[in-house]
């Protein structure tokens, strides 16, 4: 790699040359000494990239011929290093300006790797954010964070249940406020540490403790302590039924109680998970099989997630688990997410009649937007909680209104369809689009009239339908006196109810009641889609849209 960065400079210096050229002029050029620089034509004449003829005595001139374009060097080295899973070296090869074509050769590299350890590689559109589970809330970041960290619970997707994690047995006092959890024995972190009881105790009272978007989901946490070392009892205000849920939730991981002070630990978390985060920067995020975890080792060895932030070569790619080049009829998996993107108006911008009168201008029945997916009739995709205005006319609306969303393509392309249907009733739109880490401190929402965000699920839908009602969802902060009394009051009525069905009733009636007064406008339910190569076995589709890493693995091609 050295020396093509030699031939790099070189080719700078001398595009295209075929003639005389001064050694000393040459060394210049590479930043080194005459005889370094003679040493490193020779290797360059070695590998045939060039034609190095020095002059025979005095008055004679050297002659250099370039016969490789650095590009075509360049792309070769490139294809190496992708060929072996090294996306770093194949990026910084390249000058910036030049790096697109790293983007379009990654297609033929991802997939499935042909060769051993079991390797799977996927393309994202972006670097992954930090992976703390106490501040993140982002559904990819989420879900890594579940294949890095366990919780004392888990939701089983297949069983539809919580089932034992860290903790494997627990119980309650019949109020609902004293709990006291067991913890396996033998666990260990990815550095090797034993886990025990005061991780568990320092994580939780982290949660309550410390600001960030979880904070809401351990507010009632008394106390935590530990009458054994491997036993956890958690006291809190007030009786609630569905703890188990929430120290299922990828917030409530556990972590080492050494670890998470320190300054990188987002970047570089270290958990009890099926996986170990080995890599992660601006080009790759790579996750290795653990071996010691408690549970069992997953089949997979490695799972590789490429950054690809070429919109052209985005949309050549087919969801995350293959690509073009693969041959056709893979298996796939599609289906709507639970959740659905929406619009919220600041009442301190457009009251009451100002935002049914918007809701129903963006209804489906009256806007036939060309957009992927489906048009939401509520915020889930079985709830129909919109019903069709008759004739509705244009709303009247502030001449200009500030529109803020965050850089996904979906709410981008659906900000910019609502934006035109908009300017349509006479209202002119000025969207901002900010990174997500921008947009989840909310210190904009003063200078904005209406957001776009959105939210999907997680595997407990039950849980997450709680948590985007009750809880901290973009919408809450423009929920008038009213609305925000009567969210509270259910989500300590709610967390109270141990029969689902009952609150499954009872979150139907909140999210009627939000839309029907157009706190919250539902928009577009998204669909999810995975294909992938036929050798890829045991994949399920996630409800956030990934797959569990540690169920799948890969088969001999036939």
Request: charged residues 25%; proline residues 8%; glycine residues 6%.
């Amino acid at each position: 790699m050295r020396l093509l960065q030699h031939y790099q400079r070189l080719s700078l210096a001398y595009p295209a040359h075929d003639g005389p050229a001064r050694l000393a002029d040459i060394a210049a050029a590479l930043h080194c000494s005459p005889r370094h620089a003679r040493e490193l034509l020779q290797s360059m004449a070695d590998n045939g990239w060039l034609r190095w003829q020095p002059g025979q005595g005095r008055g004679h001139a050297s002659r250099l011929r370039l016969l490789a374009p650095a590009s075509q060097l360049e792309r070769e080295a490139a294809r190496g290093f992708l060929a072996n899973g090294d996306i770093e070296k194949a990026m910084r090869l390249l000058p910036a300006a030049a790096r697109r074509q790293i983007t379009e050769l990654l297609p033929a590299y991802l997939g499935v790797a042909p060769s051993e350890p079991q390797t799977l590689r996927l393309p994202f559109y972006r670097p992954l954010h930090s992976l703390d589970p106490v501040q993140i809330n982002r559904r990819t970041e989420c879900h890594l964070i579940r294949q890095i960290f366990d919780g004392l619970t888990r939701y089983d997707r297949a069983r539809g249940q919580i089932v034992p994690a860290l903790s494997h047995h627990w119980r309650h006092d019949g109020e609902w406020r004293n709990w006291r959890f067991h913890l396996r024995p033998g666990v260990v972190f990815h550095n090797g540490r034993a886990l025990d009881g005061e991780d568990v105790r320092q994580t939780l009272l982290r949660l309550r403790d410390e600001a960030g978007p979880h904070q809401r989901l351990f507010a009632h946490l008394a106390d935590v302590n530990l009458p054994a070392p491997l036993t956890v009892h958690i006291r809190l205000t007030r009786p609630d039924a569905l703890l188990p849920r929430r120290l299922a939730d990828s917030a409530a991981s556990i972590l080492p109680r050494e670890c998470w002070p320190q300054a990188d630990f987002g970047r570089f978390p270290i958990g009890t998970g099926a996986f170990r985060l080995e890599a992660n920067n601006d080009y790759r995020a790579t996750l290795r099989a653990f071996d010691r975890h408690w549970k069992e080792r997953p089949l997979l060895d490695a799972v590789d997630i490429w950054v690809v932030d070429d919109p052209e070569v985005k949309a050549r790619l087919d969801a995350r688990f293959c690509h073009p080049g693969e041959p056709g009829g893979q298996p796939s998996l599609r289906r709507l997410e639970a959740g659905c993107s929406y619009l919220a108006a600041n009442p301190a911008r457009l009251d009451s009649v100002q935002r049914r009168a918007l809701a129903d201008w963006l209804h489906p029945a009256v806007w036939q937007a060309p957009l992927p997916g489906e048009a939401a009739l509520g915020m889930l995709p079985q709830w129909r909680h919109r019903p069709a205005p008759i004739q509705p006319p244009a709303p009247r609306l502030p001449a200009t209104l500030r529109l803020a969303t965050y850089q996904l393509p979906d709410h981008i392309e659906l900000a910019e369809a609502v934006a035109r249907r908009l300017r349509d009733a006479g209202c002119r739109i000025e969207l901002t689009v900010m990174p997500y880490p921008d947009f989840a401190r909310c210190d904009w929402l003063d200078g904005a009239d209406l957001l776009l965000s959105g939210e999907a699920m997680a595997d407990d839908v039950d849980f997450g339908v709680y948590q985007w009602l009750c809880q901290d969802a973009g919408y809450h902060c423009w929920l008038e006196a009213a609305a925000r009394h009567r969210m509270r009051a259910a989500e300590q009525q709610l967390a109270m109810e141990p029969d689902a069905e009952r609150r499954w009733q009872g979150y139907e009636a909140l999210a009627r009641a939000l839309v029907a007064e157009a706190s919250l406008i539902p928009l577009r339910h998204h669909e999810q889609a995975m294909a992938f190569a036929p050798q890829l076995q045991d994949v399920t589709l996630a409800q956030c849209g990934w797959m569990d890493f540690d169920q799948a693995w890969l088969a001999a091609p036939d």
